[in-house]
T-cell receptor
Framework: GNSVTQMEGPVTLSEEAFLTINCTYTATGYPSLFWYVQYPGEGLQLLLKATKADDKGSNKGFEATYRKETTSFHLEKGSVQVSDSAVYFCALDSGGGADGLTFGKGTHLIIQP | NAGVTQTPKFRILKIGQSMTLQCTQDMNHNYMYWYRQDPGMGLKLIYYSVGAGITDKGEVPNGYNVSRSTTEDFPLRLELAAPSQTSVYFC??????????????FGDGTRLSIL
């Protein structure tokens, strides 16, 4: 079956530091890949996505590249801010569409001023 | 622009009680989903629906029921609440999907405690 593995948290960084959150996946076929962000007390919001190999998703300074050869979709940001503190979820959609997303366990990111 | 709206936001139930978690969306999306989120875990799919009158089980359906009488509404029912159902519940919706290219839109969640 499908699965998503993310690095364990919490991840604590200082403001303006470089961020990488690792995500690898197992899936049949050609999944679409997503990063969602969850701020305290809120639902999940789509941060970025990629639908085929070598696609790069980007939004709000975050980037992730769909690497089929390494089955990875690592999230990066060059300079984090305190407002980036949240839980980040990597997810995949296997393409069947109807049966929902497969999520990783989430990575809690804490940015200190 | 309301998107996906869930009610209530918080609820405490006693073991054996029943309740319905409400979910409505105003985007005319065909697909709707219910997930649960346990501490330190990702979201797990409970039930989903591809349109009015059509529902199907997800990964963890036991102890829950759903119905989809309209495009807008997708309530989740707990008949006999158990402590294992203490969780945060998220409803989501998406348009008719072509190869998973359309992201899901999430509500703000319902935090449910069973005591």
């Amino acid at each position: 079956g499908n699965s998503v593995t993310q690095m364990e948290g919490p991840v604590t960084l200082s403001e303006e530091a470089f961020l990488t959150i690792n995500c690898t996946y197992t899936a049949t076929g050609y999944p679409s890949l997503f990063w969602y962000v969850q701020y305290p007390g809120e639902g999940l919001q789509l941060l970025l996505k990629a639908t085929k190999a070598d696609d790069k998703g980007s939004n709000k300074g975050f980037e992730a590249t769909y690497r089929k050869e390494t089955t990875s979709f690592h999230l990066e940001k060059g300079s984090v801010q305190v407002s980036d503190s949240a839980v980040y979820f990597c997810a995949l959609d296997s393409g069947g569409g109807a049966d929902g997303l497969t999520f990783g366990k989430g990575t809690h990111l804490i940015i200190q001023p | 622009n309301a998107g996906v709206t869930q009610t209530p936001k918080f609820r405490i139930l006693k073991i054996g009680q029943s309740m319905t978690l409400q979910c409505t969306q105003d985007m005319n999306h065909n697909y709707m989903y219910w997930y649960r989120q346990d501490p330190g875990m990702g979201l797990k799919l409970i039930y989903y629906s591809v349109g009015a009158g059509i529902t199907d089980k997800g990964e963890v359906p036991n102890g829950y029921n759903v119905s989809r009488s309209t495009t807008e509404d997708f309530p989740l029912r707990l008949e006999l609440a158990a402590p294992s159902q203490t969780s945060v519940y998220f409803c989501a919706s998406s348009p008719r999907i072509l190869r998973g290219n359309q992201p899901q839109h999430f509500g703000d969640g319902t935090r449910l405690s069973i005591l």
